[in-house]
């Protein structure tokens, strides 16, 4: 019986093999779906195609060779054909490179520029809108408005300049804002409110700051840029008006010191004159002292910085300081003499310690009031004032001492103007600095006259000082003429009987240099003209580049005659002393000014015999026996080229030039010398 086959049975792995197949075909899914997201199907499929070579087509004809027919092949050499061929050929190594260069990528549309002065007009205007009707909740726009104020655009930074000087004029408060620190240094705790103005004051000072470096920094920006000027301009403009608007307020020395930069020029313009007009308007309405103070020291050390070669407006602006009407007590330029009042002590009195506790008291709130409701100090404003006129003084002394041309006559002046204010020490010194000027005047004449001395000067002087020298024209005469001016306005500005007495003050000087340049002086061409008069210039002589305004300015521009009129009166007619004038002066001075009236312009004559009359009135008996010729009281000749009036003999004349003057071709002339002669007549 034949066996059957044993049946096969189908045999189930374990279970443990089949998680290890299941774990190893995880692996490869997930390896596989790993190594899939570094494909680039694309740049395979573009390798391929570009590694492909085209294939040529074989254009020969078969060959029959041993009967057989055998195909000819191209060799590699002519696979190169045309030009196309081979800059594909050349153009196959080249792939990669062709990869590297990506497309260029779309730039973003450019703005037109009048879309963007027009966006930022209206971020200007929201901006400024918020902050003037919410301010504190809208701190955050002032860093909004710095921001704009970053353009290149010149235009948009005109916009952002002048819109943050209308704002910070809106918004700057009537106080100083101080620090944070010292808000909490006390330990006090703050409410929301007091947290909330805290906040923007700090927000106001930081930006406002940003603000004035920013105006320092266009001020002073060059010609050159790309409306630089105008921008400077307007920055010039802003200072000026934040400065008048709120010389109380933070960072007014960065003010001033924008303002001073700009007069350091020497030549005038239109923002020139806006920083003199707003240091004007600073010294006429500061109650306090303090501003002026700043500003007048940082115009001092500008001008020693500069040697004082400035414009002579600058000069001119300490004529505009309040302590010339309200400070009462007398200065140098090293020290300052208050009032006896002012240095009086109080008498003590006698309180118990209950009423020095509670007197105390009372001043420490008083204190406080008076701090609340930002009171003038008058101690503090006449201290400061005190420093302002050593400042002015010290400058107006080292220009005498420099001997600066353009700014002798306001330097002179403005000396005159503060005659009242000079205590006798600087008196005494001032004297003889004058007497030095007239000294250096004298010899610079001479030098002028003798033309071998002058080409000597001349050849001495270099051509770059030369050039230099050209604007200013030096007249030594009416230099001598200020220096006689203003030492007897100084004498007339102290107490003169006082002060002849202690320091024994000899003005002989300036009188007798006075006698002998009136005959000079007299023959002189431009008698009337002042200082910068308008005439036509000498052909032959160098023009001056420019020439300065002088519409505003009324200090130094009297005429050779007043300054002449002005000296006569203070020499025979002296205001301490009106009596005291010796007989042989006057009638010396009398005979003189009647031979130089017959020299000078009709309206200088009137002056003089106007003169002549006023002393009449006053000394007709001294000066009658010059119109007498049986009264004369002298023996001898007259002398009118001695070096002083007592050595002239004028009592050995008489006064003939009247009846010269009496046919004068003017009829005012004539009438003045009756008029003279009336007074003298009746006063015998």
Not at 103 to 118: F, T, V, Y
Not at 304 to 312: G, L
Not at 413 to 436: M, P, R, T, V, W
Request: glycine share 4%; proline share 5%; with cysteine.
């Amino acid at each position: 019986m034949a066996s059957r086959p044993a049946k096969k049975r189908k045999l189930t792995p374990p279970q443990s093999e089949d998680e290890g197949d299941l774990r190893s075909d995880a692996k490869i899914q997930s390896s596989f779906f790993q190594n899939a997201a570094k494909w680039d199907l694309l740049e395979d499929q573009y390798k391929a195609r570009k590694g492909k070579k085209k294939e040529k087509e074989n254009t020969r004809l078969p060959v029959k060779r041993d009967g057989r027919i055998q195909a000819v092949v191209t060799p590699a050499e002519d696979l190169k054909e045309s030009d196309d061929d081979w800059l594909e050929g050349e153009g196959d190594g080249s792939g990669e490179d062709d990869e590297a260069e990506e497309p260029p990528s779309p730039e973003e549309p450019a703005i037109p520029l009048k879309q963007q002065i027009r966006n930022a007009k209206e971020e200007l205007a929201k901006l400024a809108s918020a902050l003037n009707e919410e301010p504190y909740e809208n701190a955050a726009a002032f860093k909004a408005l710095t921001k704009i104020g970053n353009s290149k655009i010149p235009a948009i930074v005109t916009l952002s300049l002048v819109t943050r000087m209308a704002i910070y004029k809106d918004v700057i408060p009537d106080y100083r804002i101080r620090p944070l620190s010292e808000y909490g240094a006390r330990g006090e705790k703050l409410s929301k409110e007091v947290r909330a103005i805290h906040t923007f004051e700090q927000a106001l000072v930081s930006s406002y700051q940003a603000y004035v470096k920013e105006l320092a920094r266009y001020a002073k920006a060059r010609k050159g840029d790309s409306g630089g000027d105008a921008i400077a301009s307007v920055a010039i403009t802003c200072a000026s008006s934040l400065l008048t608007a709120h010389p109380h307020f933070n960072f007014r020395s960065d003010l001033i010191n924008i303002l001073v930069w700009k007069l350091s020029a020497r030549r005038a313009d239109q923002d020139f004159e806006k920083a003199r007009s707003a240091l004007i308007t600073l010294f006429t309405e500061d109650d306090e002292g303090r501003p002026s103070f700043e500003a007048v020291s940082t115009l001092c050390r500008m001008m020693k910085a500069k040697d004082f070669q400035v414009h002579e407006d600058v000069i001119n602006l300490f004529l505009h300081l309040r302590l010339l009407t309200e400070f009462t007590g007398k200065a140098s330029k090293d020290s300052v003499d208050l009032p006896m009042e002012s240095r009086k002590k109080q008498k003590k009195v006698f309180r118990t310690k209950r009423e020095r506790k509670e007197l105390k008291e009372e001043k420490a709130l008083q204190k406080d009031m008076d701090r609340a409701d930002a009171n003038v100090f008058h101690e503090e404003r006449d201290r400061m004032q005190s420093e302002c006129l050593k400042a002015v003084f010290a400058t107006y002394f080292r220009i005498l001492k420099l001997r600066t041309p353009h700014l002798m006559g306001v330097v002179l002046e403005g000396l005159a103007k503060y005659s009242h204010l000079i205590n006798q020490q600087f008196f005494g010194d001032l004297l003889e600095a004058l007497k030095d000027l007239i000294r250096h005047s004298e010899a610079e004449e001479t030098i002028t006259e003798d033309p071998e001395a002058a080409a000597e000067a001349d050849n001495n002087v270099d051509e770059e000082e030369e050039e230099e020298e050209e604007e200013t024209t030096r007249n030594p005469s009416r230099e001598a003429l200020l220096c006689t001016a203003t030492a007897f306005a100084l004498l007339a500005g102290q107490d003169a009987h006082n002060a002849k007495a202690d320091l024994h003050l000899d003005l002989s000087f300036f009188t007798t240099h006075l006698w002998q340049t009136l005959l000079p002086i007299s023959q002189n061409a431009d008698l009337e003209l002042g200082a910068r008069s308008l005439h036509l210039p000498d052909p032959d002589a160098p023009r001056p580049s420019s020439s300065s305004d002088t519409r505003g300015n009324k200090v130094n521009l009297q005429t050779t005659t007043v300054l002449l009129i002005r000296c006569l009166t203070a020499v025979l007619l002296p205001p301490w002393n009106i009596r005291s004038t010796p007989p042989l002066r006057l009638a010396a001075f009398a005979k003189q000014l009647m031979t130089s009236s017959l020299q000078v312009p009709e309206k200088s004559a009137q002056a003089l015999l106007a003169l002549l009359a006023d002393v009449g009135n006053t000394h007709g008996r001294k000066v009658a026996a010059l119109w007498n010729t049986e009264e004369r009281k002298g023996d001898g000749i007259f002398n009118a080229l001695s070096r002083n009036e007592e050595g002239s003999n004028p009592f050995a004349t008489t006064v003939w030039e009247g009846e010269i003057l009496r046919r004068h071709y003017c009829p005012k002339v004539r009438d003045a010398v009756k008029m003279m002669e009336k007074n003298i007549m009746s006063d015998r």
